[in-house]
Protein backbone atom coordinates (compact mmCIF):
# COMPACT_ATOMS: atom_id res chain seq x y z
CA UNK A 1 0.00 0.00 0.00
CA UNK A 2 1.27 3.47 -1.05
CA UNK A 3 0.97 6.03 1.86
CA UNK A 4 1.45 9.82 1.44
CA UNK A 5 1.12 11.36 5.02
CA UNK A 6 1.22 15.28 5.21
CA UNK A 7 2.45 17.14 8.15
CA UNK A 8 3.03 20.69 9.39
CA UNK A 9 0.08 22.41 8.62
CA UNK A 10 -1.80 24.90 11.37
CA UNK A 11 -2.59 28.28 12.21
CA UNK A 12 -0.30 31.17 10.85
CA UNK A 13 -1.24 35.14 10.23
CA UNK A 14 -1.10 37.00 6.73
CA UNK A 15 2.63 37.29 6.02
CA UNK A 16 3.69 34.54 7.92
CA UNK A 17 5.84 31.34 6.61
CA UNK A 18 5.04 27.70 7.47
CA UNK A 19 6.54 24.55 5.83
CA UNK A 20 4.60 21.33 4.97
CA UNK A 21 5.93 18.04 4.82
CA UNK A 22 5.16 14.73 2.88
CA UNK A 23 6.37 11.47 3.85
CA UNK A 24 6.49 8.73 1.34
CA UNK A 25 6.43 5.07 2.02
CA UNK A 26 5.44 1.90 -0.14
CA UNK A 27 6.73 3.08 -3.59
CA UNK A 28 10.30 3.72 -4.61
CA UNK A 29 10.37 7.54 -4.10
CA UNK A 30 13.25 8.62 -6.00
CA UNK A 31 11.35 7.61 -9.48
CA UNK A 32 8.32 9.50 -8.61
CA UNK A 33 7.03 13.42 -9.47
CA UNK A 34 5.94 14.92 -6.49
CA UNK A 35 3.35 17.71 -6.15
CA UNK A 36 0.99 19.72 -3.31
CA UNK A 37 -2.49 20.53 -4.28
CA UNK A 38 -5.27 22.17 -1.92
CA UNK A 39 -8.70 22.61 -1.64
CA UNK A 40 -10.81 25.64 0.08
CA UNK A 41 -14.13 24.47 1.68
CA UNK A 42 -16.37 24.84 -1.55
CA UNK A 43 -14.03 24.90 -3.80
CA UNK A 44 -11.94 22.69 -6.26
CA UNK A 45 -9.00 21.01 -5.69
CA UNK A 46 -6.10 23.20 -7.72
CA UNK A 47 -3.07 22.69 -8.49
CA UNK A 48 0.06 24.09 -6.10
CA UNK A 49 3.22 22.70 -7.27
CA UNK A 50 5.34 20.25 -8.88
CA UNK A 51 8.68 18.76 -8.83
CA UNK A 52 10.59 15.86 -10.61
CA UNK A 53 12.11 12.85 -9.80
CA UNK A 54 15.69 14.13 -9.38
CA UNK A 55 14.11 17.27 -8.23
CA UNK A 56 15.75 19.77 -10.91
CA UNK A 57 12.47 20.73 -12.45
CA UNK A 58 9.79 21.94 -10.75
CA UNK A 59 6.72 23.82 -11.30
CA UNK A 60 4.31 26.34 -9.89
CA UNK A 61 0.72 27.71 -9.59
CA UNK A 62 0.95 31.60 -10.89
CA UNK A 63 -0.86 32.15 -8.05
CA UNK A 64 1.84 30.99 -5.37
CA UNK A 65 4.82 31.25 -7.84
CA UNK A 66 7.59 33.64 -5.57
CA UNK A 67 6.01 32.69 -2.67
CA UNK A 68 6.44 28.89 -2.22
CA UNK A 69 9.22 26.35 -2.79
CA UNK A 70 8.94 22.78 -3.69
CA UNK A 71 11.58 20.49 -2.92
CA UNK A 72 12.38 17.06 -2.01
CA UNK A 73 15.02 14.92 -0.23
CA UNK A 74 15.34 11.84 -1.55
CA UNK A 75 16.93 10.35 1.39
CA UNK A 76 14.05 10.86 3.37
CA UNK A 77 11.47 9.96 1.34
CA UNK A 78 9.96 12.87 1.50
CA UNK A 79 8.84 16.12 -0.04
CA UNK A 80 8.29 19.74 1.33
CA UNK A 81 6.80 22.91 0.17
CA UNK A 82 7.93 25.84 1.92
CA UNK A 83 5.27 28.81 2.09
CA UNK A 84 6.20 32.15 2.83
CA UNK A 85 4.31 35.55 2.42
CA UNK A 86 0.72 33.49 3.05
CA UNK A 87 -2.64 35.34 2.32
CA UNK A 88 -5.97 34.35 3.39
CA UNK A 89 -6.51 33.49 0.14
CA UNK A 90 -3.83 30.16 0.58
CA UNK A 91 -6.60 28.43 3.43
CA UNK A 92 -7.23 25.26 2.50
CA UNK A 93 -6.33 21.51 2.79
CA UNK A 94 -3.42 20.77 1.25
CA UNK A 95 -2.80 17.46 -0.20
CA UNK A 96 0.44 15.50 -0.75
CA UNK A 97 0.65 13.82 -4.42
CA UNK A 98 2.67 11.13 -5.92
CA UNK A 99 2.82 10.37 -9.82
CA UNK A 100 4.79 7.36 -11.48
CA UNK A 101 7.03 7.92 -14.29
CA UNK A 102 4.26 6.37 -17.36
CA UNK A 103 1.42 8.16 -15.76
CA UNK A 104 -0.09 10.85 -17.09
CA UNK A 105 -1.59 12.12 -13.47
CA UNK A 106 -1.10 12.16 -10.28
CA UNK A 107 -2.16 8.52 -9.06
CA UNK A 108 -1.36 8.39 -4.90
CA UNK A 109 -2.63 10.95 -2.62
CA UNK A 110 -2.05 11.65 1.02
CA UNK A 111 -5.21 12.63 3.37
CA UNK A 112 -4.17 16.36 3.85
CA UNK A 113 -3.13 18.60 6.31
CA UNK A 114 -5.32 22.27 6.92
CA UNK A 115 -3.53 25.42 6.56
CA UNK A 116 -4.92 28.43 7.90
CA UNK A 117 -4.28 32.20 7.26
CA UNK A 118 -5.62 34.57 9.38
CA UNK A 119 -5.91 38.57 8.63
Known amino acids: QVLLRESGGGLVQAGGSLRLSCAAS????????MGWFRQAPGKEREFVAR????????DYADSVKGRFTISRDNAKNTVYLQMASLKPEDTAVYYCAAKSLPSMSFNFWGQGTQVTVSS
Open 51 to 58: INWSGGNT
Open 26 to 33: GLTFSTYA
